[in-house]
Structures are given as C-alpha cells and as structure tokens.
C-alpha cells in the first residue's frame, strides 16, 4: 500500500481524494495539508468547480492534519505528496517534498516558469525519487483511445493533427489572466494540448503562433507546431471567448495513414473514425464520469512507483516540456514570428 498525503485541499484537491477512494486497498490518505482550518478538518461546503459534486462536510478521521508544509512532508507515514495547491506554489512545495525524500505528484501545470519546472525535474533526480505532474487529458477516453492507437499504429503512423480548446471567460477565477496567479489560457487551459501533442509527436523544432494578447498573457490564439519531419502537419486552437452560453468545448482531429479519428464535446461528436475505404466507425469507449479519469490518473501514479520508473504518460520531463511549448508559443504571439523551440 501507498501512503499519500494531499497538500491543498481546494477543489483539486477535493477530486484527488475522492479519486483515491476509487482505488481500494492500492493506496492510502493518510495526512492532509491545509490553511483553512476548516477545510483541514473536513467543511468542504465551500468548495466547487467546473465539475463533479460540490463539497460537502467529510469524515477524515484518522488523516494527520498539519497547517504547515515542511512539518507535513516530514510525517514518516507519508510516501508520496500530492501537490493541489494554486500553481505559483508548485514549484517550492514539490521541491520541499523531494527534498524530504518523498515522491511527488503535482498538479498541472508543473510551474508557471520553466526555469522552476527545470529546478523541480532537477531535485528529483538529484533525490532519486519521481516527479509526476497531474496531466490528466490522456486518461479521458476520446484522448486515451487516440493515444493507444497512435502507440500501436493500429491506423498506419501519424500524419497530424489539429486540437481546439476554448472556454468562456472563467469569471469565478479572480486571478486567471494573472501570469504569476493561474498564468492565463495558455498555462492553464492549453497546456493539456501542449502536453498531448508532445505525447503523440515528439518535441517540435519550433512553433508559429498569432492571435490576441490581454496584457502578457495570451487571449486567443492560433499555433502551428514545425518538425523535422515534414510529412507531420499540427496545429491547436485555444483561448477565451466573451459569450458565456458555451462555457467550454475541447475537439481534436488526428490524422493517421489509414484512418482520421475525430472528437468534439460541443457538437456533440463522440469518437469517430474515418477509415479509408469510407466507413465511418463509432467505437464504443468505456463509461465513466470525470472523477474516474483522475481515479485512472492517479493509479498510474502509483503504478510507477511500485514499478520503480517513470510513468510514460506523468512524467515531469513531459511537463517541462508542454510548459516550454507554451512559453515559445506567447513569445511567437508577441513578436510575430517563427520561434525555435531548443536551439
């Protein structure tokens, strides 16, 4: 069994224990770390998101409770920590835990700034312990059959792709547009194409984005992702619009040799394949609600640890590297040109 104890008990952190409870005899909760008191001790009425249940009062009997971080990750009980706290607090709080000699999965996205996602894969090998970052799109099941398809080549190999995400403006988050509170659209919102496009493609050697900036941070934008291989043609959509009677759609089209698999939330578009001698493919995917794709998430977490390597899908190499995606991506945006990726 692993032992987990959850820092941030917001409404991440509410969806991570229900998910842990999804597991079974696998994994453990045992210590809590929290601010708000009465969170810490179980009044979770105030909290609510986007989706799942709204927070009701919990029986967390038994669970260590501690206010602050470095008296949390030192409880010997504790063997991995769950990181759901606001993203301008990832980055020490990963590495206090790592340094505490505990393996660490954070919620996305890894950081706000690469240079901190470098400092936290950095610690974690310096501490021979794993850092896994919350990616959680690959274990929802329109992304989860396009990536084994991809990883089998059950439909030839990949020629491309192109992935939309757009919400409404998020209102209830006060401090969205903030690049040093959620970091915007691009850290927040796309960062989970960023991540899947790097899963599916490999790194891109550069990108070309263009689009709308509100302040330093991008609004609505537009991006081609460039390869070496010139036969791979990927772009994404992303960004916030003004009419709040969609609050949110996600939609990909992946392009494979033998067959095109299409998806969109909005149009109401289950997963569809387009095969090449003109079928048209409706595959029946497993059945679940949101929390059961953390549940999946999360028992990958506990997998690699068990397994003594990394995670292929939670990796925090990956991370760093959806989070430099969308870093190259603002700075293309801002100067209106083609920008390398590594040089």
């Avoid at 952190?13 to 770390?33: E, F, N, P, S």
């Avoid at 980055?91 to 700034?113: M, W």
């Avoid at 919350?134 to 990536?147: D, H, K, N, T």
């Avoid at 509100?214 to 619009?241: K, M």
């Amino acid at each position: 069994m692993i032992r987990v104890g959850i820092v941030g008990i917001g409404f991440m952190g509410m969806i991570h224990y229900l998910a842990y409870q999804r597991l079974g005899d696998r994994v453990k909760v045992v210590a809590m770390c929290e601010k708000d008191r009465d969170r810490l001790h179980g009044d979770w009425r105030s909290i609510k998101g986007n989706f799942g249940p709204q927070g009701t009062v919990m029986n967390l009997e038994g669970i260590a409770k501690y206010e602050e971080i470095d008296d949390f990750v030192e409880d010997p009980q504790v063997d991995m920590v769950d990181i759901c706290l606001p993203p301008w607090l990832h980055a020490q709080a990963a590495i206090t835990a790592l340094r505490a000699g505990k393996h660490v999965l954070c919620e996305k996205p890894i950081a706000l700034r690469v240079s901190d996602a470098e400092k936290m894969v950095r610690t974690a090998e310096e501490c021979n312990r794993q850092l896994m970052v919350g990616q959680v799109l690959p274990f929802f099941a329109p992304y989860r059959f396009v990536y084994e398809a991809a990883r089998q080549e059950r439909y030839g190999k990949l020629l491309g792709g192109h992935f939309e995400r757009i919400i409404s403006d998020p209102l209830w988050l006060k401090d969205f547009w903030d690049p040093n509170g959620c970091g915007g659209p691009v850290v927040d919102l796309h960062i989970h194409d960023a991540h899947f496009i790097r899963l599916l493609f490999g790194m891109p050697r550069a990108v070309r984005t263009i689009g709308r900036l509100r302040g330093e941070v991008a609004e609505f934008y537009q991006t081609q992702f460039l390869f070496d291989n010139p036969r791979l043609v990927v772009s994404a959509l992303g960004g916030v619009i003004f009419q709040q009677g969609r609050p949110f759609n996600h939609a990909f089209e992946v392009y494979f040799e033998k067959a095109t698999v299409a998806y969109d939330l909005w149009a109401n578009l289950p997963v569809t394949v387009l095969t090449e001698d003109g079928r048209v493919e409706r595959p029946e995917l497993a059945d679940g609600d949101e929390i059961d794709a953390f549940a999946q998430e999360l028992s990958e977490a506990l997998t690699a640890i068990e397994a003594g390597r990394p995670s292929d899908l939670l990796d925090g190499r990956l991370a760093r590297d959806a989070l430099l995606l969308g870093e190259k991506e603002t700075e293309s945006l801002k100067t209106r040109r083609e920008v390398f990726v590594a040089e």
